[in-house]
């Protein structure tokens, strides 16, 4: 099995992740797109392997993994994420005697906040991060990064979790938020625009009741709330984006007559 992680700038935490994800593969790549801190000497001291891409968008960066990786079994990490000893334990019996009997494995993303607490009580998200690279790819696309499933495949769900520790500081996690939803919105299509009225307008108290409250962030304390409103707040951002542009083409469509 291969593992490969998109780095930019990730000094702080890339040794931590490619020696854990080492922990379940026999190959790690990490493809950087210009790291200018320490990085890629950090990981190739771990033992990964770094080719060097500049960035393409989210998808395109993560179909460079999977094409210069050896194995047909890949785990999809970010930088930030790192294989706990449970998880590592449940994929090594997926492969003792074999390949698994399913195509891609759901894990559960448990969040570590700034304080160093890691999350128990908040609903942690899951995604599709194991898979056979013969049955399903990455999208090759600039905004989305994620798996998109046919329904023919066979999938399960692991329930060892890798620890995601998603911002240093709140200041950290709107920027990081903000240059995300600026780079996507440059690959959305407007959709329809009533939908997105709507949410312009009415989507902001909407999100933050969807991250703190049904995904039980509000257990998690003062962190809980400060992730919770700031993503909500950078989720709605990305309509007020598409929303301006098309304000924007509207008048200079009307300067033009």
Same mark, same amino acid.
């Given at each position: 099995?291969?593992?490969?992680?998109?780095?930019?700038?990730?000094?702080?935490?890339?040794? !931590?992740?490619?020696?854990?994800?080492?922990? $379940?593969?026999? @190959?790690?790549?990490?493809?950087?797109?210009?790291?200018?801190?320490?990085? $890629?000497?950090?990981?190739?001291?771990?033992?990964?392997?770094?080719? @060097?891409?500049?960035?393409?968008?989210?998808?395109?960066?993560?179909?460079?993994?999977?094409?210069?990786?050896?194995?047909?079994?890949? +785990?999809?990490?970010?930088?930030?994420?790192?294989?706990?000893?449970? +998880?590592?334990?449940?994929?090594?019996?997926?492969?003792?005697?074999?390949?698994?009997?399913?195509?891609?494995?759901? #894990?559960? #993303? $448990?969040?570590?906040?700034?304080?160093?607490?890691?999350?128990?009580?908040?609903?942690?998200?899951?995604? !599709?991060?194991?898979?056979?690279?013969?049955?399903?790819?990455?999208?090759?696309?600039?905004?989305?990064?994620?798996?998109?499933?046919?329904?023919?495949?066979?999938?399960?769900? +692991?329930?060892? !979790?890798? +620890?995601?520790?998603? =911002?240093?500081?709140?200041?950290?996690?709107?920027?990081?938020?903000?240059?995300? @939803?600026?780079?996507?919105?440059?690959?959305?299509?407007? %959709?329809?625009?009533?939908?997105? !009225? =709507?949410?312009?307008?009415? %989507?902001?108290? #909407? =999100?933050?009741?969807?991250?703190?409250?049904?995904?039980?962030?509000?257990?998690?304390?003062?962190?809980?709330?400060?992730?919770?409103?700031?993503?909500?707040?950078?989720?709605?951002?990305?309509?007020?984006?598409?929303? @301006?542009?098309?304000?924007?083409?509207?008048?200079?469509?009307?300067?033009?007559?």
């Amino acid at each position: 099995m291969s593992c490969y992680i998109r780095t930019l700038n990730e000094e702080k935490r890339i040794a !931590a992740t490619v020696r854990a994800a080492f922990l $379940v593969a026999r @190959e790690v790549v990490v493809v950087d797109s210009g790291s200018a801190d320490g990085t $890629v000497a950090l990981a190739e001291a771990e033992g990964a392997r770094v080719v @060097e891409q500049a960035w393409l968008g989210g998808g395109h960066q993560k179909r460079i993994g999977e094409e210069v990786c050896q194995h047909d079994w890949l +785990l999809d990490l970010d930088a930030d994420e790192i294989v706990t000893d449970e +998880l590592a334990h449940e994929i090594g019996e997926l492969f003792e005697t074999g390949d698994p009997d399913a195509d891609v494995f759901s #894990l559960p #993303l $448990v969040y570590v906040d700034p304080a160093g607490r890691v999350w128990r009580k908040a609903r942690a998200p899951r995604r !599709a991060k194991l898979y056979d690279r013969r049955k399903v790819r990455m999208p090759a696309d600039g905004a989305w990064d994620q798996l998109k499933i046919p329904d023919r495949l066979r999938t399960r769900r +692991l329930s060892g !979790a890798l +620890l995601h520790y998603p =911002f240093e500081d709140i200041g950290h996690l709107s920027r990081k938020q903000s240059s995300a @939803e600026a780079q996507r919105i440059r690959h959305l299509d407007e %959709g329809r625009r009533s939908a997105i !009225a =709507f949410k312009v307008y009415f %989507g902001l108290p #909407l =999100f933050f009741f969807r991250n703190y409250v049904l995904r039980g962030r509000w257990r998690e304390g003062g962190y809980g709330y400060l992730l919770s409103i700031t993503t909500a707040y950078n989720h709605w951002l990305r309509y007020a984006m598409l929303y @301006e542009r098309r304000l924007k083409g509207r008048h200079s469509g009307e300067g033009d007559r």
